[in-house]
Every structure is written in structure tokens, then in C-alpha cells.
């Protein structure tokens, strides 16, 4: 088996796909500072960098992260005004 046989793909991996910084905003729904904030604090997956300026998110690792948000928050209701004000009058 030659080297560039030893790169093929053995078809037990999954196939990647990046993601560039753009395509993450429009999946995920959010915002450039937010996701930064994100990454920073090690709350959403760390970017792959192709170059000093390119960076990319592994489109399984994306969507792992955001059916495992949708599964958490639901369950337990999101915090809002309303209940913080009910809970500060009780």
C-alpha cells in the first residue's frame, strides 16, 4: 500500500465538510462577538486553522453542539424577566 493510498478514505470515517466563519453565523444563528465568546470560553468547538487568517468549524462537530443545546435547554425553561420578577416579589 502506497503513501497516497494510506490518505484515502477508508469509508469507516465520516466525511468532513468545513465550515468558513460565515456559514457558522447562518447555521448556528448567531453573531461574530457572540461565537467568539463562545469559543473563548470553550462553550462551542474550536475552529481548525487553515492559515494565520483562515479559520473553519467541522460541520459535524457544529451540528453535534446544536442538537446537544436544543436537548439541554429543553430541559429546563430559559430564564426571563418575568420569572426573575416572580421570583424576587416571592
Do not use: C
Not at 58 to 79: G, H
Request: aromatic fraction near 8%.
Amino acid at each position: 500500500m502506497s503513501e497516497e493510498d494510506s490518505n484515502a478514505p477508508t469509508g469507516i470515517e465520516p466525511n468532513l465538510r468545513f465550515l468558513r466563519v460565515e456559514e457558522v453565523y447562518q447555521l448556528v444563528g448567531i453573531g461574530r462577538s457572540f461565537l467568539d465568546d463562545l469559543v473563548r470560553e470553550g462553550d462551542f468547538p474550536a475552529p481548525v486553522y487553515l492559515s494565520a487568517k483562515t479559520r473553519v468549524w467541522i460541520e459535524a462537530e457544529v451540528l453535534a453542539w446544536m442538537r446537544d443545546k436544543a436537548a439541554t435547554s429543553r430541559k429546563r425553561p430559559p430564564a426571563t424577566h418575568k420569572v426573575q420578577r416572580r421570583r424576587e416579589l416571592v
